[in-house]
């Protein structure tokens, strides 16, 4: 069992940055591919970015390439998102997610086990 805590969320101007933080319990972090998702209001849940379990592969949907980066630390147990210039159209509730998926299954929510409870990120024009 995983247990994923997002933090870093809040209210940042168009063009401003911030920086996620997933926490996860456990020992067994460093074998989980980790990854972000994102649901705006009215909206279906959508992948933003995700690395594996060895930090050799990362994978962002279009909108956010050039933006946002994926990092792990898995001595802390934690995967970081850094977010620069934010737009409106970021606004959403961010998740992070863990589990077994590779490649082109990493962009999929089945391809997680472990959600975290989600964190509100708010872009202001």
């Known amino acids: 069992q995983v247990q994923l805590v997002e933090s870093g969320g809040g209210l940042v101007q168009a063009g401003g940055s911030l920086r996620l933080s997933c926490a996860a319990s456990?020992?067994?972090?460093?074998?989980?591919?980790m990854g972000w998702f994102r649901q705006a209001p009215g909206k279906e849940r959508e992948f933003v970015s995700a690395i594996s379990w060895n930090d050799r592969n990362t994978y962002y949907t279009d909108s956010v390439k050039g933006r946002f980066t994926i990092s792990r630390d898995n001595a802390k147990n934690t995967v970081y998102l850094q977010m620069n210039s934010l737009k409106p159209e970021d606004t959403a509730v961010y998740y992070c997610?863990?589990?077994?998926?590779?490649?082109?299954?990493?962009?999929?929510?089945?391809?997680?086990?472990?959600w975290g409870q989600g964190t509100q990120v708010t872009v202001s024009s």
């Open positions: 997610a863990a589990g077994y998926c590779s490649g082109y299954g990493c962009y999929k929510e089945h391809g997680y086990a472990y």
């Open positions: 456990g020992r067994t972090f460093s074998s989980y591919s």
